[in-house]
């Protein structure tokens, strides 16, 4: 009877153990009165079956390598072996990547959960065996939010254009200060493009909100949402009285002394840019021209300012950032080149090129195309257009900087002139100020990189910018 | 001792239905995972052959065309995947020219999205790249090439080892697509 009973406790547990391992192995996945058994793989699940189930189309192209995933309006492109993806045209960059499976690719749950389902509306939750697929997303996309700004006599029109439709609420939560609060979406603000105004001081993003900070005396007046393209339009213009008095502000910090010359001498700390063949780096090259131009110029009269005045590292977007807290007459961004060619040699000159131009071009047409509508939207594409203007205005000083720095390289040193060109470079975006970057020359080219290091040649180098920028400023 | 027999003979039959229930898949009894076969793909007719720009690094710095004549298939994702294969074997001319791409590098993904704008995945360099110079030959090399051939990409954004960065050697933005840039072409 014993050996009975024992044979009959072994079976179960053999079942129980068997099938224990086997919800080690699948997850089921329940959508509306449907279920299916999807194979798993560590923390992976096999994802084709799962979008299937929803209704969403879902293959491989074996053109592009990637994984195409089709619903209603959604497209969704992903590849094995990759963190990054397209979500709605897009790129969104995930923790983890998807591997290949024996029914075709394998994701975490996490990501199914963040990078396939929540965009096109759904989310997970879990049930004892698996997760039920329910409608409505648990991760709403951040939302792209683009300012443009325009002074008029005493009105500025803010405009914020949104890259998706989204519910915003405009309030004036403190005197100066007025949030906007997106529903469900945390902005993300788009600094590719230069922000000016006289009467906002800054944008900042929070969480759900985007603070707008005003110059003192300014509030809100009115705001609107607007649709094809999205957009939020606030009118800014002098505060209304209040019926307690204000208290007193602080004044406000600014460079009091005048407006300075903003060096920047390229990389620097680990960064250490280019190398000649014989070990000097780019990095002491350009700080050692900029401290002779400081001094050039200093000479002259003219305040100046580095970015560096050592061997230390300095993010690109702090460099331009200073010289906009400075308010800078000018920014110059020094750099020595490498080229994968030795032979190649001079000296050249950037300014920025706005490459999206033709995005701008594109949603200035589209908003004078909406001007049927209230007078509002025909108030914005005005705005579009008078600030692409203003931007117009900054890259024609910045090219007459580049042209008057290029000439004297070209007639000082007799380098080979390579000539003024335009570049979407990182320092020289969100400068509100004649910005350029030069090349003083090749550290790659053998004989150019001894001239960029004999003491004689980088003062004759610090004298032409000098005097290019003076032809400039002196104008 | 025939009750002991028949309950031997019941465990027997139990472990037997169980083997068979785990050789099946062990799978609980709800509807089953749908079996994604390999569909045949059907076979290719030969695209035909076209010239295509292709730019390379000349000895001045600056951008050169070479033309080629190559099979390219009306898909746009495979044009990318044909010029991008023939930019990274380097040009024909050399030493005329040079590659614009300086390591040994490789397509790992192509995407398009519905705006036109192409993402192209190359393989990361294996030690940091120097210059503007580099850089501007490097990204314009392909996002030309891209754009010149396949008229349906407006913008190209290159990313590298399957990263988004936001520049290569520390001047040009590459954290977005870019648009056509002739400036770095050589105008003879």
């Given at each position: 009877m014993r050996r009975i009973q024992l044979i009959l406790i072994v079976l179960a547990l053999g079942v129980g153990l068997l099938s224990a391992q086997d919800y080690d192995r699948t997850f089921e996945f329940h959508f509306d009165d449907r279920a299916i058994v999807v194979p798993k793989f560590g923390p992976k699940v096999e994802v084709l079956p799962i979008l299937e189930l929803l209704g969403a189309e879902a293959k491989f192209s074996p053109s592009a390598g990637t994984y195409g995933v089709l619903y209603g309006e959604h497209v969704i492109q992903f590849a094995v072996d990759h963190k990054v993806l397209l979500v709605d045209g897009q790129l969104r960059e995930a923790r983890e990547v998807p591997s290949t499976s024996p029914g075709g690719v394998a994701v975490s749950l996490s990501y199914l959960e963040r990078w396939l389902l929540s965009p096109i509306g759904f989310h997970l939750e879990p049930i004892p065996r698996g997760y039920r697929i329910v409608r409505g997303s648990r991760f709403a996309d951040p939302v792209a939010v683009r300012p443009v700004a325009a002074d008029f006599g005493t009105t500025t029109t803010l405009v914020l254009s949104l890259n998706r439709e989204v519910a915003v609420d405009v309030e004036e939560t403190e005197p100066g200060t007025i949030t906007i609060r997106f529903d469900d979406a945390s902005p993300q603000l788009d600094r590719s493009v230069p922000f000016r105004s006289s009467r906002v001081r800054s944008l900042t993003s929070s969480d759900q909100d985007l603070l707008v900070s005003l110059a003192p005396g300014i509030g809100l007046i009115s705001w609107h949402p607007l649709e094809t393209p999205s957009r939020v339009t606030l009118e800014l213009g002098p505060a209304r009285p209040t019926p307690t008095p204000a208290p007193v502000r602080a004044p406000v910090e600014t460079n009091r002394g005048p407006r300075p010359v903003v060096i920047d001498p390229g990389h620097g700390g680990d960064d250490i840019g280019a190398q000649s063949p014989t070990g000097v780096m780019e990095k002491e090259v350009t700080l050692a021209v900029a401290r002779r131009l400081a001094r050039v110029l200093e000479s002259r009269g003219r305040a100046v300012r580095l970015t560096r005045d050592g061997d230390q590292g300095r993010a690109l977007t702090d460099r331009t950032a200073l010289a906009n807290r400075l308010d800078a007459t000018v920014f110059v961004s020094l750099h020595a080149n490498a080229s994968t060619v030795a032979s190649v040699a001079g000296a050249e000159t950037y300014y920025m090129s706005i490459d999206g131009a033709s995005d701008e071009a594109a949603a200035a047409t589209a908003a004078l195309e909406n001007r049927a509508g209230s007078s509002s939207n025909e108030r914005s594409s005005l705005d579009l257009i008078l600030w692409d203007l203003a931007q117009a205005e900054v890259l024609n000083e910045s090219s007459r900087l580049a042209l008057a720095v290029q000439g004297r390289l070209n007639a000082r040193l007799g380098l080979r002139d390579r000539g003024v060109k335009q570049a979407p470079f990182v320092v020289l975006t969100g400068a509100t100020m004649p910005a350029i970057l030069v090349e003083i020359g090749f550290l790659s080219n053998p004989s150019e990189a001894e001239r960029l290091t004999e003491p004689e040649s980088q003062q004759h180098l610090a004298e032409a910018l000098g005097a290019g920028i003076e032809d400039f400023l002196g104008r | 001792m025939n009750w002991r027999v028949a309950l031997i003979a019941l465990a027997a039959v139990a472990a037997v239905a169980l083997l068979a229930w785990l050789l099946q898949g062990g799978k609980p009894r709800v509807e089953q995972a749908e079996v994604f076969e390999a569909v045949e793909l059907p076979t290719p007719t030969p695209a035909p052959e076209q010239r295509v720009i292709l730019l390379f690094a000349g000895n001045d710095g600056m951008l050169h065309p070479e033309l080629r004549s190559v099979p390219l298939p009306e898909q746009v994702h495979e044009r990318i995947r044909v010029v991008m294969s023939e930019l990274l074997a380097g040009p024909r001319s050399a030493p005329r020219l040079s590659p614009?791409?300086?390591?040994?590098a490789s397509l790992e993904a192509v995407f398009v999205d519905q705006n036109g704008h192409a993402y192209v995945d190359l393989t990361a360099p294996p030690e940091p790249l120097t210059g503007s110079s580099t850089e501007l030959m490097l990204a314009y090399s392909v996002v030309n090439s891209i754009i010149l051939n396949c008229p349906e990409v407006s913008a190209v954004q290159i990313l590298f080892g399957g990263h988004e960065v936001d520049t290569l050697t520390g001047h040009l933005d590459l954290s977005r697509p870019l648009v056509l840039n002739k400036r770095f072409i050589a105008s003879s």
């Open positions: - | 614009s791409i300086p390591y040994q």
